[in-house]
Nanobody
Framework: QVQLVESGGGLVQPGDSLRLSCTSSGTTLDNWGIAWFRQAPGKQRERDEISCISTSSRHGPIYYADSVKGRFTISRDLAKNTVYLQMNNLKPEDSGVYYC???????????????????????WGQGTQVTVSS
């Protein structure tokens, strides 16, 4: 089990940037599969995939949803027990609650071409709100 805490959300204008953080509390984030999902407004039962990364020493592929490819970057800093989601050129359709989730231990190809669905993750943070509006 790992306890996750997201931060970094806020209200921004289209074209702005935000960096979200997913930090573990009390447990190292080493050797987990970490994902970001978005729950859009009005879609209480759906969580859209955003990005996926492995924190194992072997690294492995990184996955991005087509909707964020080229604008979002996922990265890890295990010294800080944190996975980041850098979001650039934000659009109104990026609005929602962003959740990070952890699945462990990761397989090397878990983020190759796709990412595990939300039901496969056993650890979730509380979410951070991102609102993109002019």
């Amino acid at each position: 089990q790992v306890q996750l805490v997201e931060s970094g959300g806020g209200l921004v204008q289209p074209g702005d940037s935000l960096r979200l953080s997913c930090t573990s509390s009390g447990t190292t984030l080493d050797n987990w599969g970490i994902a970001w999902f978005r729950q859009a407004p009005g879609k209480q039962r759906e969580r859209d995939e955003i990005s996926c990364i492995s924190t194992s020493s072997r690294h492995g592929p990184i996955y991005y949803a087509d909707s964020v490819k080229g604008r979002f970057t996922i990265s890890r800093d295990l010294a800080k027990n944190t996975v980041y989601l850098q979001m650039n050129n934000l659009k109104p359709e990026d609005s929602g609650v962003y959740y990070c989730a952890a699945q462990g231990p990761p397989t090397y190809y878990m983020c190759l071409n796709s990412m595990p669905v939300p039901g496969e993750y056993e650890n979730w943070g509380q979410g951070t709100q991102v609102t993109v509006s002019s």
